[in-house]
Each structure stands twice: as C-alpha cells, then as structure tokens.
C-alpha cells in the first residue's frame, strides 16, 4: 500500500504541473481527504511564494571580484618575489585597485540598490498632492545661499525626479512618466546654470562637482532601467533625460579632470564599468541595440578618459602615473567583462563588441605607458598579469578556435606593450633587473601554460599557439642572455614537451629568420614582437 | 579581429568541473554563471537580507574555489556541494549573529517590502506563511524551501542534506503537518 508522503507528494507534483486539480487528487483518495486538504492547500500557497534573483549589476560585480581575487592569488604565490624580498611590495596596485573596487561598489551598489533608494512613498506626477510638493521644492529653492549650494540643492531636485520616473515606470501613465522625465531635465539645467554661476564667481566647485559625476552615473543606470519599462509614448521623454544625465557626467568629469585628475577617472571607471553591466543585462534579454547603445557609451566614456589622463599630464607631478595605473588596472577588468559579454551578446552586437575590446586594448597600453616612466616594474606586473588573465581565457575556451585565436592576439599584443615597458626601463635605468626578470620568470610560467592549452584545443588552433610559444621562447632567451651578461643567472627553460617540440623549434627559426631579415631592413628599429606574418599559418 | 561566439554544449558542466579541478579560473567562472542564481536563492530564503544574501553568496564561490580539491572526493553533484557550502556558511552566519533570531519579523516585512525582487509584491498571507516556515526546525525547513521555493528534486535534497529519498519525503510531511499546526495556533491567537 502506498504511504500517506508518496500520496502527498504525488498530488502536490500532479497539481503543480497541471495533471490534475486539487479536488481531483482529494477525490482519487476520498479516505485521505480530511488529512490530505489542508496539507495540498498550504503546500501549494507556498510553491506561489515569490521567487527571487540576483540583480544583474551584483552578479556580475561579484563574478569580476572573484576574478580578481583568484588571479591575485594565483599571480602572487607563482611570481618570483622571494629573490627582491627587499623591493617595495605591491601595496600600492593593490591600494589603487581597491579605490577603484570602493567607487564602483558604491557605483553600482546605489544603482543594484535603486529598489530601496527610490521607492519613494511620497507623492507622484498625477497624485492630487504632487502640485504640494513642487510648490515645498520651489520654496526650498527660494530659500537664502551661495549659487553653489543651489546648486547642490537642483541636484538633490533631479534625484526625485529620478525617484518618481522609476516609481512610475511600472505604473501606465505615460504622460506622468514624460512630464518626470522632462522636470529632470529642468532640474539638471539648473545645476548646470548654478555651478557655472558659482564658477565664475570664484567658489571652489571640486566637492559639488564630484557629487554631481557620481550622481549623474547612478542616474544613467536607472533610467536606463525606466527606459526599459516605460511604455512607448514616454520612451522619447526619457530618452532625452538618458542624454541629458549621461552629457551632464562628462562635464562635471571635464571640471573634475582639471583639479583632480585622479578622482576624475575613478568615477569615469566606475560609470564604464556601470555601462558594462548595462550591456552584460541587456545581452541577458537578447536586446542588440540596447547592448549596441551601452558599449557606444562605454567607448565615449573610454575615449574621454584620454581627456583626463592629458589634464594629468598638465598636471605633472605624477599625476600622469596615478592616472595611467587606475586604467591599466580597470581595463584588465573590463577585459573580464567583455569576455562574459562575447558569449551572451547577439550577434547583431558583435561589432560594437569587437569595437569596445580594441578600445579597452587601447586603454591598457596607453594607460601602462603613461605609468611606465615613472614605475615600469609595477606597469610591467600589471601587463604580465594581463598576459596570464588573456590565457586563462583562451584555456577556458579551449573548444572555441575563435575565441582561443582571439585570446592570443590579445596575449601577443600585451607581450609588445610589454617589450615596449622593457626598452622605456633600459632608457630611464629604472629597474631595468627587475623587470627584466619578472618577464623571463612569468614568460616560463606562460608557455608551461601554452602548452597546456595545445593540448586541449582543436589542430587549427595549434598554429597560434606554436606561434605564441615560439616568441615567448625568444623573449626568454633574449632575457637569460641579457641577464648573463650582468653577472645573474636565471633558471633557464625545463623544456617544451617533446611531442610539440619539433614544431615550435621550426617556429623559433622562423620567428628568428624573420627578425634577422627585419633588422637588416630597418637598422635600430625595433622588431614588431607579434611575429613574422608567414609564421602565423 | 576580434569575432567571437559561444559554442557551447550544454551538457559540459563534468568538463568545466574537471577544469576547475585543474585550477582553470575562465572555467569557474562559468560555473559561477550558471549556478550563481540559485545559490543567492538558496542563501536569500535564509537570511531574508539581500546585502547579507550577496555576501555570502560570493564567499560561497570563493570558498569553493579554494576547496575545489576537496570536491573531488565527494562525487555529489556540483550544485550541491556548492549548496553544502552555502548551507555551513549560513550557519557560521548566525553563529556569529547570536543576537539574531532565525527570522525577525520585522526584517522580513520590511526587507520584502523595498526590495527590488519580487518579494516586495508579496502579500501578506504570504508573510505570515514564511514566519510559519522559517519557525520549522532545520530538517524541515531546508526540505520545505529546497523542495517548493527552490525546486530542487528529492534526489537533490537528498544529496545536499545527506539522506535517503523516503526520508526527506517523510519530512516533507512532518514539515507540512506542522506548519498547519503554526498557522492554525496562529490565527487563533
């Protein structure tokens, strides 16, 4: 006979699935009824129970976390520190990371948190006491102190208005929804008109004007969502808001980069991490041209940060450095994301998506050569770590020749910039040593990992790799023989596995002939250190 | 340059599993993709918190990530022994909170009502139902949220707490018969 918590569940699973109804199961066992009932009836109450997501922006902000930290981990236990246990220790990459972690955690936990922060339960566009609260604002407005304040004041105004066009989204009034957006518009004009007032008049506008470019971020991810759920009438109105919060973010950073460079582009770091986020949710709900939009903006953002690291370099003072190692340092996540983003993004995004990965490329090496000067072995560190980041994506790829080939060319690219870090630290006699060493050590662990991805990829990925090996065993050489020739030894090379062996060697002669007949052509030319094109087959 | 896309079987999470065993980090982060939603739930249905819930949801992954070794052993399905993890970790949550209660009413009611999931649209029948479930002992409660908010199968269930399939349909109706008793002494009072 069938046990009473057989039939139970038998009859909870049949209703869930609509095999049968409540009354159907309690007649199938009509002695059971009275205790079967009211069991059925408070297990199904529960299956209606809500379910719960993650937001987005938290997942993907703990998926680039854990990154981090596993690639830290691992880069600090494999890289040889214990022979420079004297050198400074890499307290500041790490401290500059963390500033850079702090802002868009607050970036993107006030967005993920938008739910708390404007669920206002004051009145809407269309509540009979709306006209009161404007009528409250408007006197608080009127009230005495300096245009600085007002505008700061303005400020808070366009935060409402950024409340009530997310409580009014779900509702379906698409003229209260319009006329929000519209009164957000208004209210960012007056910040702008009151921080120029207070600009000419000689105040000092630092503070308002950071509040303003973290604001404006926050702002631009939730309307982006408002944007989403607004119905099409109001979609035009909250379009122009988007345009308005996004333009009213590049001039407070365009004043912000003028006094403080440094915090300038953190916060420009954090929005393009927002946008990227944006993009990853988007790419969720297969929305192409929402995908396509968050990456334009991603690149706009990008493209200003060149704007700030040329106001740090007015600066002087270092400023430059501090800059160029916040980007070199975000662009290795942004790399992250993408790569997240190339796997969920429709096809109809691809090519705003290969736009903003040569964009990020772009970025680290600007942002490494900018620090390079002034510190190679930690410009250095950040690239190989890169390198190792750009591997580890092409082993987890192993089954897609695409992405693998995609994963080397960037590797290759980040092994030139790396060469290039080399020749800045010869010609400043900087750490010359140190960084040569860091990248004869890492370029061991690379190839132990390149031939660990030769193993598990298909024939026609193999080329690339036996390339990658094969200038990654030169540089190496080249490094060993340097290092010699100043009287210290590095462990050489334990061997590439003898069954690729032949075939890297052809590509090391290759790769060699190559740079011979190079530097015959152009004396005193570097050689271009992504290889010969005939040894990429 | 540049073209990518994803082709991915979807029957490869032994393969990725395998990698992480490897130390393979792009790996984990896959799995991470594909599990991370139902470890927030499984943790947010304890703690009724969402910052509490995102926390703990990515100690879980790195926990997992530096205990992989260990995983190997257990053969369990990965889903369940990342919720292995998330079930200790909420545990040593409320260890180290004495001056929590399981559930706090007032958490729970306010924390469903501003949250941007779909809690806050619960009604209140429904929050009297999850005091109701979260006054269960242990056992009973796992099996209740496993089983109906989270859907996990009896096999599943079974894997994660350590017990046999009959058991955990056992407690299922222990765990249903009592909740009638709650929500009846409930209303009484």
């Known amino acids: 006979m069938k046990k009473f918590e057989d039939i139970l569940v038998q009859c909870i699973e049949d209703v869930k699935a609509n095999r049968s109804s409540l009354e159907d199961c309690l007649d199938r066992y009509p002695h059971l009824r009275d205790r079967l009932d009211p069991l059925l009836t408070i297990a199904l109450d529960i299956c209606e129970i809500p379910d719960v997501k993650p937001s987005p922006s938290f997942k993907i902000r703990a998926r680039v976390r854990l990154m981090d930290e596993i690639s830290r981990r691992s880069a600090v236990r494999r890289w040889p520190w214990s022979r420079y246990h004297n050198q400074p220790k890499p307290t500041l990459l790490r401290r500059r990371f963390s500033m850079v972690g702090v802002v868009i955690a607050i970036v993107l936990t006030l967005s993920a948190a938008g739910g708390t922060a404007y669920a206002s339960q004051g009145s809407l566009p269309g509540d009979t006491l709306y006209p009161v609260k404007l009528a409250t604002e408007q006197v608080r407005m009127a009230l005495p102190g300096d245009d600085l ?263 290759e690219m980040m092994a030139d910039f790396g060469e290039a870090i080399s020749r800045i630290a010869h010609d400043v006699g900087s750490d010359e040593d140190l960084v040569e060493e860091l990248i004869a050590q890492t370029t061991l662990i690379h190839v132990d990992v390149l031939a660990e991805v030769w193993e598990k990829v298909h024939e026609q990925a193999r080329d690339a790799i036996e390339g990658a090996m094969a200038r990654a065993l030169i540089r190496h050489e080249t490094r060993v023989r340097a290092m010699e020739q100043r009287g210290i030894a590095l462990p050489d090379h334990a061997g590439v596995p003898a069954h690729m062996r032949e075939r890297v060697d052809e590509r090391i002669r290759e790769q060699k002939m190559w740079e011979e007949r190079e530097a015959a052509l152009s004396p005193g030319i570097p050689g271009f250190a992504g290889g010969c094109p005939g040894c990429r087959r | 340059m540049y073209q990518n896309r994803r082709q991915e079987p979807a029957s490869d999470e032994a393969v990725l599993v395998q990698r992480v065993i490897d130390r393979d980090a792009g790996a984990f982060g896959r799995l991470y993709d594909v599990h991370v939603d139902r470890v927030y739930r499984h943790i947010y249905y304890r703690v009724w918190n969402r910052t509490d819930a995102e926390d703990l949801t990515q100690q879980v992954f790195l926990k997992a990530w530096q205990a992989i070794d260990r995983y190997r052993k257990t053969g369990s399905p990965f889903i369940a022994w990342l919720l292995t993890i998330s079930h200790n970790l909420v545990i040593d949550f409320y260890r180290t909170r004495k001056d929590r209660a399981y559930i706090e009413a007032e958490t729970l009611a306010s924390d469903s009502a501003s949250s941007p999931e779909r809690a806050a649209e619960a009604s209140l029948e429904q929050q009297r139902l999850w005091r109701a479930v979260l006054k269960l002992s242990g056992d009973e409660q796992q099996v209740v949220i496993m089983r109906f908010m989270e859907g996990f199968e009896f096999a599943e269930i079974a894997s994660v707490l350590n017990k046999k399939e009959g058991n955990v349909r056992v407690i299922l109706h222990r765990a249903l018969a009592r909740l009638r008793t709650i929500l009846e002494k409930e209303r009484e009072s």
Not at chain 1, 214 to 234: G, K, Q, S, W
Not at chain 1, 342 to 365: K, T
């Open chain 1, 149 to 411: 304040s007002k505008a700061e004041r303005a400020l808070t105004l366009a935060e409402r208005r950024v409340e009530e066009m997310e409580a009014l989204a779900s509702r379906s009034s698409a003229d209260d929804l319009a006329r929000a957006a519209e009164a957000y518009c208004d209210a960012m004009d007056r910040v702008r008109a009151r921080l120029k007032r207070a600009a000419d008049g000689g105040l000092i506008t630092a503070n308002v004007t950071a509040r303003i470019a973290e604001a404006t971020a926050r702002h631009l991810y939730v309307i982006d969502a408002v944007f989403d759920n607004a119905p099409d009438e109001a979609k035009p109105a909250v379009e122009r808001a988007r345009n308005v919060s996004q333009a009213g973010h590049f001039r407070a950073l365009q004043v912000l980069a003028d006094e403080h460079p440094g915090k300038a582009t953190e916060i420009n770091l954090a929005a393009m991490e927002g946008r990227l986020s944006r993009a990853l949710a988007a790419a969720q709900e297969t929305n192409a041209g929402e995908v396509e939009n968050a990456l334009r903006q991603f690149e706009e953002m990008s493209q200003f940060g060149l704007e700030i690291a040329n106001a740090a370099w007015q600066q002087g003072a270092g400023e430059e450095a501090v800059v160029g190692e916040l980007v070199a340092g975000a662009t290795l996540r942004h790399l992250s994301v993408l790569d997240v983003l190339a796997d969920q993004a429709p096809d109809a995004a691809l090519q705003a998506l290969i736009r903003a990965r040569q964009e990020s490329m772009n970025r680290h090496r600007e942002g490494l050569l900018a620090m390079c000067e002034h510190d190679p072995a930690r410009a250095t560190e950040i690239n190989l770590t890169a390198m190792s980041g750009r591997l580890e994506r092409a082993k987890a790829e192993a089954d897609n020749t695409e992405s693998v080939e995609i994963a080397l060319q960037q590797f």
